[in-house]
Nanobody
Framework: VQLQAYGGGLVQAGDSLRLSCAAS????????VGWFRQAPGKEREFVAA????????YYADSVKGRFTLSRDNAKKTVYLQMDSLKPEDTALYYC????????????WGQGTLVTVSS
């Protein structure tokens, strides 16, 4: 499985961005794709996750109500729509995949940088 994340950029507070995570290889229905972020000087934190079946989407409290996950199975792409961005959302955003039956996230894409200016 290979993942490629893109869509980051420099925006102002209150703006929106949509990140994409394109997968190649296995995308079974119960596999999950998650977004994580790491701000300078901080540990990586969970942002959101969704299964390819779309059976459930999970969000960190810090982004709930502002970020929305969606997926296009035909394109093997998961999108993270980020609205009402705040300066504290500034981070390097990564996507990873948790293969069904495994103990955690198995594969990671490279990060895409999101910078939100105040």
């Amino acid at each position: 499985v290979q993942l490629q994340a893109y869509g980051g950029g420099l925006v102002q507070a209150g703006d929106s961005l949509r990140l994409s995570c394109a997968a190649s290889g296995r995308t079974f229905s119960n596999d999950a794709v998650g977004w994580f972020r790491q701000a300078p000087g901080k540990e990586r934190e969970f942002v959101a996750a969704i299964t390819w079946s779309g059976g459930g989407a999970y969000y960190a409290d810090s982004v709930k109500g502002r970020f929305t996950l969606s997926r296009d199975n035909a394109k093997k792409t998961v999108y993270l729509q980020m609205d009402s961005l705040k300066p504290e959302d500034t981070a390097l955003y990564y996507c990873g995949t948790w293969l069904a039956g495994s103990a955690g996230y198995d594969y990671w894409g490279q990060g895409t940088l999101v910078t939100v200016s105040s």
